[in-house]
């Protein structure tokens, strides 16, 4: 060995480690996400995704960079932020919600995205299939069809049973529950409930929402998946309560508000098994060979608590079928 490349290796195995660390390229993420990084269900979303990344070897400060801004649920917020994660010029961005998704693609075509918690992204135009995305986006969906029938019938198996469901939810945060709705309207006529489309965009439509079920026999109300509704779960559990109403809602925060049932997708899964598409992206794949991927795990909550309060009793099939019963 020559003595000028000795004195290199040499020189270079002195280095500090936090030297040597800094020489491993990084790589960056943006993520422009629904609701909010001090709740429990932000929290337990970005706990998914930053677990599955280091599962897949990747550590935030080492070879990683990750810029995070949470937008509520406010759309206009969403495309500023969404503005600000391009300027970061990032490897891939992560779109969590129908907002985030929309705003983001509006202002790019090159940056690769990942969606999680996104609702009919064929019907909304994000992918051109869900087997081939096309374009720069993919990633994995909240949409399940056959969710909202089961959420209906299972409002119909408690006594005394619910005849007429109201569906609650902003049209502004949810632009694809029109769809949602179609897809209960074709089921609520085997299932034997009527429909009452609840569109809402702040408590005192809630409230207004709810007394008016409260005058009604036979009533209840379904909160649909969407921030909206996440953001003002509290309101409806409480509403729910006041005017003994029973509601099929979607989150544990909803429940312990005194909703009586959630059935739901698992949220945080959704975030977790999104890495696994940003690791793949990161590693050279494009989104448009990479198919969108459905919901894979659902939870059902039954709340005793408030079916106490409310005079309800669920009916055996619902308790046996229950992963979680709140006493």
């Known amino acids: 060995m020559r003595r000028r490349d000795f004195i290199t290796l040499v020189g270079a195995a002195a280095l500090p480690l936090a030297a040597r660390a800094q020489q491993i390229p990084t790589r960056r993420v943006g993520v422009v996400t629904v609701g909010i990084a001090t709740d429990a269900f932000g929290k337990n979303n970005m706990a998914a995704f930053m677990q599955g990344l280091g599962a897949l070897g990747w550590k935030e400060g080492v070879n990683l960079n990750i810029d995070w801004r949470w937008y509520g649920a406010d759309a206009a917020l969403a495309e500023r932020q969404a503005a600000e994660i391009i300027a970061t010029n990032p490897d891939v961005i992560l779109a969590g919600g129908n907002p985030a998704v929309e705003k983001v693609r509006q202002q790019t075509k090159a940056i690769p995205v990942v969606f999680a918690l996104v609702s009919d992204p064929v019907g909304m135009g994000y992918v051109e299939s869900l087997a081939h995305p096309g374009d720069n986006i993919t990633g994995f969906m909240s949409y399940d069809p056959p969710l909202y029938t089961k959420q209906l019938q299972m409002l119909t198996e408690i006594t005394p049973p619910v005849r007429s469901v109201a569906i609650l939810y902003n049209p502004r945060t949810a632009p694809y529950a029109s769809r949602m709705l179609q897809a209960m ?40 998946a969407e921030i909206f509704n996440q953001m003002h779960g509290e309101a409806i559990g409480r509403l729910a309560l006041k005017h003994k109403i029973p509601t099929n809602v979607f989150s544990p925060q909803m429940i312990a508000s005194g909703g009586l049932m959630s059935y739901a997708i698992d949220f945080p899964d959704l975030f977790g098994r999104s890495t696994v598409y940003v690791d793949r992206i990161l590693k050279g794949e494009k989104p448009a060979d990479l198919p969108v991927q459905a919901p894979t795990k659902f939870k059902l909550t039954l709340n005793l608590r408030t079916a106490k309060a409310l005079g309800i009793e669920f009916s055996p099939k619902l308790l046996a079928l229950a992963d979680e019963v709140v006493e």
């Open 185 to 224: 309207e074709a089921a609520s006529q085997a299932i034997g409930v009527t429909l009452r489309d609840a569109p809402c965009h702040d408590d005192a439509e809630i409230e207004a929402v709810m007394a008016a079920l409260g005058q009604r026999g036979g009533s209840g109300l379904l909160a649909i």
